[in-house]
């Protein structure tokens, strides 16, 4: 017998919260639910289907403003198109401006890119424009 008057050093009967190797009280460990399915993707925090969320489509006014702000750089140099690029310049700035402010965040780099090339598309339209509409002063008052 030991001090606490148990055989053999045992002692005596453990209450399962002290014991760690012991079985939970129900008898068996748990087993996994044969018919649920195992998932390699995460699952869906906000539950519903297992689908991943779709991403937000692209801002159309940001594509917009970065065709018109190409088209303004590109074509400034035509005597015939200095108006034209001159206003899509202008409405390129203004959508980009109004794209920034409402963009998603993975179109606002496209909007970004859209404001810059419209104000060099305007600068630069706005340039020839001046020139080529003094130059014809110049000539007609020749």
Do not use: H
């Amino acid at each position: 017998m030991d001090n606490n008057g148990y055989p053999n050093g045992n002692q005596g009967p453990q209450e399962p919260w002290n014991n760690p190797s012991a079985p939970p009280q129900g008898g068996a460990y748990p087993s996994p639910d044969p018919y649920q399915q195992q998932s390699p993707y995460p699952q869906n925090p906000y539950g519903g289907g297992g689908l991943p969320p779709v991403p937000p489509a692209s801002n159309g006014k940001a594509i917009a403003a970065l065709v018109m702000g190409i088209v303004g750089i590109v074509l400034f140099w035509v005597p015939f198109f200095n108006t034209v690029t001159l206003i899509l310049s202008i409405v390129g700035v203004v959508l980009a401006v109004g794209a920034r402010k409402e963009a998603p965040q993975n179109a606002a780099g496209i909007a970004t890119a859209g404001l810059v090339l419209s104000v060099i598309g305007l600068v630069v339209s706005g340039i020839g424009f001046i020139s080529c509409t003094l130059c014809a002063i110049i000539f007609t008052l020749a």
